[in-house]
C-alpha cells in the first residue's frame, strides 16, 4: 500500500513538471514573426488614408526591429493627424492577432521605427519605440 502512495506521489509530480515545463514553453513562444506579418498586412488600411502617398514595411528580426516607412502630403495631413493614422494603424496590427493584443503590449519586445519616404534628407525617421518601452516618441521636422 505504501509503495502504490509512493508511486502515485512520483506520477503526480512528473505530471505536474511537465504540465508547468509546457506552460512555460508556450509563453517564451517567439512572436516577431506573426507580429510582423500583422503590421505588413495592416499597411493597407494606411494606404488607404488621404494624404498618404506611399507606404513601406521592414522587419530585422537580428534586432527585433520593425521599420515602417510612410511618404506623406504635409499638406494634408497634420503631425497630429499622422499620429493618428499610425496609431490607428498600430491597433488594427494588433487587432489582427490571436488573442486580440492592444499594440502597446503587442509592440513591448521589439523596437518600432517609423522613417519618412521620398525627401526625407533632413530628418528620416518620424519616431520611434524601443524595446521594453510602450511609448512612441515623435520627431517632427
Request: charged share 25%; with cysteine.
Amino acid at each position: 500500500m505504501l509503495r502504490t502512495l509512493h508511486l502515485f506521489i512520483v506520477l503526480v509530480l512528473i505530471a505536474s513538471v511537465t504540465i508547468i515545463a509546457g506552460c512555460q514553453g508556450e509563453s517564451n513562444k517567439d512572436t516577431f514573426p506573426e507580429v510582423g506579418q500583422s503590421l505588413s498586412k495592416s499597411m493597407k488600411q494606411m494606404d488607404k488614408q488621404p494624404g498618404i502617398l506611399l507606404t513601406g514595411f521592414a522587419a530585422d528580426p537580428k534586432v527585433k526591429q520593425y521599420k515602417v516607412g510612410i511618404e506623406y502630403d504635409p499638406g494634408q495631413i497634420s503631425k497630429e493627424q499622422l499620429k493618428q493614422i499610425v496609431t490607428d494603424y498600430l491597433s488594427h496590427a494588433a487587432s489582427n492577432l490571436s488573442p486580440p493584443n492592444n499594440w502597446e503590449e503587442m509592440l513591448e519586445p521589439y523596437q518600432l521605427r517609423i522613417e519618412k519616404l521620398g525627401d526625407a534628407q533632413k530628418t528620416p525617421v518620424i519616431a520611434e519605440k524601443e524595446i521594453g518601452s510602450t511609448e512612441i516618441k515623435w520627431f517632427f521636422e
